[in-house]
């Protein structure tokens, strides 16, 4: 039986695993009606500063522009607003962000070949071939969208190096005097990854809602983390009466045939790991996600068609481009810790990530962290395992029985009455030796939900990503290089294993043993920090099973003196 839910676990395993691959085909989602649009939470203000003072000052100043006067500038240029977090690089050229580099966060770990450490920027690379920035406009009229995304704005800016108890705006107006007004300001502060934005823009004195863009896609991924089929997940997700709907990037339309959402709370373009993310009003926004198709030439010397992705989204307030921290989001507020797909079993994952975030207070490793939450699992769930070792142990020891009663009922899959008298002989039998036939299944299906849990956290924690362990486990958000850890993993699989009392016949004992096998080429790929899990969940089954072992067999000892006497 036990051999039976140890497959039925990889299956579910296997099953789970390729669920998170498969795109849910989106539904559309109707607006909330204004009388029942919940009230959007603000996140706590930074203290005002006296640079924000005079901010707010040139703001208003900015706003008393005399109708049709020609607001642009005379060159191109580039300004740059630096905080402790990130340093945001915007061109006048259209009011758009060329470079969004986070100071924590590596593109790459450094090598003895790279030995530079390369911030990793959220602004994609092919942003530059297609021309469409991050926070370009989109109109009607395609005339219009071409001639805002490519003057020349008038920037007006506070101070561009924002303390974290600061805040600063940056300002980019145009008008041509006659049809077209723009105006884009962007409020950051320097404590968070989270700043205001305001888009307003008139076409002949009369304010038209313009689309603002993000793209294309988000990030650039280094060789190593394309590998990582769980960092290659990207595409647009949106959130709707507390609920989140993702759309993978190979299911994105070309927008003719993109579908639209509204009564959104919120919109984003995410990867495994970071998100650029908008909050919108949820009664007058809508957005979608969509793809441009360019032909371009390739080494070989022939043309492909190469997609590119954005979202497009209408009256944003706030935005957060940066990591998917939990605590950060969480604080944040707006439902955005939702953006972290825990995926199934996520009420679990969340709780995992919690503590094992409190231990890494004390130990600040995050390998050595899940090897402690892996050790204090085992040993909240060792009496389920010891119950159910010892119904195994139990089964085990009336197989003859059991066998010598099938041979008796050698028609019982044909004649339903051998098959009822069957099954009335064995309840008597497993009744007399005090066995309950579903103890040995039942706590280890407990255990599934956190097993399943373990395994989402370590896939989604942007805490893990280029975290290291020991030696040479650089980055436990990736596989292991010398692929150490998955062959251990097999090795003490197989231990355990054989060491677990069974009750299937030798052609299945002989059939599961192939198991640590397939288990080490499932894993190879893995993230180290998944591997080292379910490594140590091993190690420390193996030192379970020693000890329950010795358990039964003294309590043997003792019934066998007792049935002497």
Same mark, same amino acid.
């Given at each position: 039986?036990?051999?039976?839910?140890?497959?039925?676990?990889?299956?579910?395993?296997?099953?789970?695993?390729?669920?998170?691959?498969?795109?849910?085909?989106?539904?559309?989602?109707?607006?909330?009606?204004?009388?029942?649009?919940?009230?959007?939470?603000?996140?706590?203000?930074?203290?005002?500063?006296?640079?924000?003072?005079?901010?707010?000052?040139?703001?208003?100043?900015?706003?008393?522009?005399?109708?049709?006067?020609?607001?642009?500038?005379? +060159?191109?240029?580039?300004?740059?607003?630096?905080?402790?977090?990130?340093?945001?690089?915007?061109?006048?050229?259209?009011?758009?962000?060329?470079?969004? !580099?986070?100071?924590?966060?590596?593109?790459?770990?450094?090598?003895?070949?790279?030995?530079?450490?390369?911030?990793?920027?959220?602004?994609?690379?092919?942003?530059?071939?297609?021309?469409?920035?991050?926070?370009?406009?989109?109109?009607?009229?395609?005339?219009?969208?071409?001639?805002?995304?490519?003057?020349?704005?008038?920037?007006?800016?506070?101070?561009?190096?924002?303390?974290?108890?600061?805040?600063?705006?940056?300002?980019?107006?145009?008008?041509?005097?006659?049809?077209?007004?723009?105006?884009?300001?962007?409020?950051?502060?320097?404590?968070?990854?989270?700043?205001?934005?305001?888009?307003?823009?008139?076409?002949?004195? +009369?304010?038209?809602?313009?689309?603002?863009?993000?793209?294309?896609?988000?990030?650039?991924?280094?060789?190593?983390?394309? !590998?990582?089929?769980?960092?290659?997940?990207?595409?647009?997700?949106? /959130?709707?009466?507390?609920?989140?709907?993702?759309?993978?990037?190979?299911?994105?339309?070309?927008?003719?045939?993109?579908?639209?959402?509204?009564?959104?709370?919120?919109?984003?373009?995410?990867?495994?790991?970071?998100?650029?993310?908008?909050?919108?009003?949820?009664?007058?926004?809508?957005?979608?996600?969509?793809?441009?198709?360019?032909?371009?030439?390739?080494?070989?010397?022939?043309?492909?068609?190469?997609?590119?992705?954005?979202?497009?989204?209408?009256?944003?307030?706030?935005?957060?481009?940066?990591?998917?921290?939990?605590?950060?989001?969480?604080?944040?507020?707006?439902?955005?810790?939702?953006?972290?797909?825990?995926?199934?079993?996520?009420?679990?994952?969340?709780?995992?990530?919690?503590?094992? !975030?409190?231990?890494?207070?004390?130990?600040?490793?995050?390998?050595?962290?899940?090897?402690?939450?892996?050790?204090?699992?085992?040993?909240?769930?060792?009496?389920?395992?010891?119950?159910?070792?010892?119904?195994?142990?139990?089964?085990?020891?009336?197989?003859?029985?059991?066998?010598?009663?099938?041979?008796?009922? +050698?028609?019982?899959?044909?004649?339903?009455?051998?098959?009822?008298?069957?099954?009335?002989?064995?309840?008597?039998?497993?009744?007399?030796?005090?066995?309950?036939?579903?103890?040995?299944?039942?706590?280890?299906?407990?255990?599934?939900?956190?097993?399943?849990?373990?395994?989402?956290?370590?896939?989604?924690?942007?805490?893990?990503?280029?975290?290291?362990?020991?030696?040479?486990?650089?980055?436990?958000?990736?596989?292991?290089?010398?692929?150490?850890?998955?062959?251990?993993?097999?090795?003490?699989?197989?231990?355990?294993?054989?060491?677990?009392?069974?009750?299937?016949?030798?052609?299945?004992?002989?059939?599961? /043993?192939?198991?640590?096998?397939?288990?080490?080429?499932?894993?190879?790929?893995?993230?180290?920090?998944?591997?080292?899990?379910?490594?140590?969940?091993?190690?420390?089954?193996?030192?379970?099973?020693?000890?329950?072992?010795?358990?039964?067999?003294? !309590?043997?000892?003792?019934?066998?003196?007792?049935?002497?006497?």
């Amino acid at each position: 039986m036990e051999r039976r839910l140890i497959l039925a676990i990889f299956l579910s395993f296997l099953i789970l695993f390729l669920y998170q691959l498969v795109f849910i085909k989106p539904q559309k989602i109707t607006p909330t009606p204004p009388e029942q649009a919940a009230a959007v939470q603000k996140a706590e203000a930074p203290k005002e500063s006296p640079e924000a003072q005079e901010t707010k000052a040139l703001t208003a100043e900015s706003q008393t522009a005399v109708s049709g006067e020609v607001v642009a500038a005379e +060159k191109e240029e580039t300004l740059t607003v630096d905080t402790p977090l990130y340093t945001a690089v915007w061109s006048n050229k259209g009011g758009v962000l060329k470079s969004w !580099k986070l100071k924590h966060h590596l593109k790459r770990l450094p090598t003895k070949k790279e030995p530079e450490k390369e911030p990793l920027d959220l602004v994609p690379e092919t942003a530059e071939k297609t021309g469409l920035y991050p926070f370009s406009l989109k109109l009607d009229e395609p005339e219009l969208t071409e001639k805002i995304n490519s003057v020349l704005y008038r920037v007006k800016a506070g101070k561009l190096i924002v303390e974290p108890d600061q805040k600063s705006s940056l300002i980019f107006e145009y008008s041509d005097g006659n049809t077209v007004k723009v105006r884009k300001e962007f409020i950051f502060n320097g404590q968070d990854y989270n700043f205001e934005l305001k888009m307003r823009v008139e076409i002949s004195g +009369k304010e038209v809602d313009p689309l603002i863009l993000w793209g294309p896609g988000i990030s650039t991924l280094s060789p190593e983390e394309l !590998k990582q089929k769980f960092s290659a997940n990207r595409g647009a997700v949106f /959130l709707a009466n507390k609920k989140v709907l993702r759309l993978q990037e190979k299911k994105i339309r070309l927008e003719s045939e993109a579908t639209r959402y509204a009564g959104l709370d919120w919109a984003g373009y995410e990867e495994n790991y970071f998100a650029a993310l908008f909050i919108l009003d949820p009664v007058r926004s809508q957005a979608f996600a969509y793809r441009i198709d360019l032909a371009e030439p390739q080494a070989d010397g022939k043309t492909a068609v190469v997609p590119y992705f954005y979202l497009a989204f209408s009256r944003p307030m706030e935005a957060y481009i940066g990591p998917k921290e939990y605590d950060r989001l969480a604080a944040y507020g707006h439902q955005t810790k939702k953006i972290i797909n825990f995926g199934f079993f996520g009420g679990m994952a969340e709780l995992l990530l919690i503590a094992t !975030k409190y231990f890494h207070k004390f130990f600040p490793n995050w390998g050595l962290a899940i090897v402690i939450m892996t050790f204090i699992i085992k040993i909240l769930f060792f009496p389920l395992t010891y119950s159910s070792t010892k119904s195994m142990a139990k089964m085990q020891e009336i197989q003859p029985k059991i066998r010598a009663l099938r041979a008796k009922y +050698k028609r019982a899959k044909q004649d339903m009455e051998q098959r009822r008298q069957m099954n009335e002989e064995l309840m008597r039998l497993y009744k007399e030796h005090g066995i309950n036939p579903a103890s040995g299944c039942l706590p280890l299906l407990i255990q599934l939900p956190v097993f399943w849990g373990f395994f989402r956290m370590l896939v989604v924690a942007v805490e893990f990503r280029q975290s290291p362990f020991v030696f040479w486990i650089k980055d436990l958000s990736v596989r292991d290089p010398y692929y150490i850890t998955p062959i251990l993993m097999g090795v003490t699989q197989y231990i355990s294993q054989k060491m677990t009392p069974s009750t299937a016949d030798p052609a299945q004992q002989k059939m599961m /043993l192939l198991m640590p096998f397939i288990f080490t080429i499932f894993f190879l790929n893995f993230q180290a920090g998944l591997v080292l899990y379910w490594l140590t969940n091993n190690v420390l089954q193996i030192a379970q099973q020693a000890i329950m072992n010795r358990m039964m067999a003294r !309590k043997r000892e003792t019934d066998g003196k007792r049935r002497k006497k």
